[in-house]
């Protein structure tokens, strides 16, 4: 069955970087749409970033814009988050997602296959 394992979670002071990894296994995801989304405390899950597959072409909305960068690594069947100049408001839980096809690619509800999730805490 489809596994996404997220991993590189931890505490960083502000200003500092992460690398979040998301491990995907199971079947192919040559035409997915792999996808970032985090969740505050307290606050519904929101979009962060996705990039097509097929194509390695990404999209972000909102704080990621200018801050974080998706990418992909096709050998590893891996996808990546690198977060820069992180912010305490970046903190929460941050999930891997994947869909074949999404009407929408910002929506959560579109994502079929989610991870577990890892934690992401910014001191000030």
């Known amino acids: 069955q489809v596994q996404l394992v997220e991993s590189g979670g931890g505490l960083v002071e502000a200003g500092g970087s992460l690398r979040l990894s998301c491990a995907a296994s199971?079947?192919?995801?040559?035409?997915?749409?792999m996808a970032w989304f985090r969740q505050a405390s307290g606050k519904e899950r929101e979009f962060v970033a996705a990039?097509?597959?097929?194509?390695?072409?990404?999209w972000y909305e909102g704080p990621a814009k200018g801050r974080f960068t998706i990418s992909r690594d096709t050998a590893k069947n891996t996808v990546y988050l690198q977060m820069n100049s992180l912010k305490p408001e970046d903190t929460a839980v941050y999930y891997c997602?994947?869909?074949?096809?999404?009407?929408?690619?910002?929506?959560?509800?579109?994502?079929?296959?989610w991870g577990q999730g890892t934690q992401v805490t910014v001191s000030s």
């Open positions: 997602a994947s869909d074949p096809d999404p009407a929408r690619i910002t929506l959560r509800e579109e994502y079929d296959y």
């Open positions: 199971g079947r192919t995801f040559v035409d997915d749409v």
């Open positions: 990039i097509r597959w097929a194509s390695n072409s990404p």
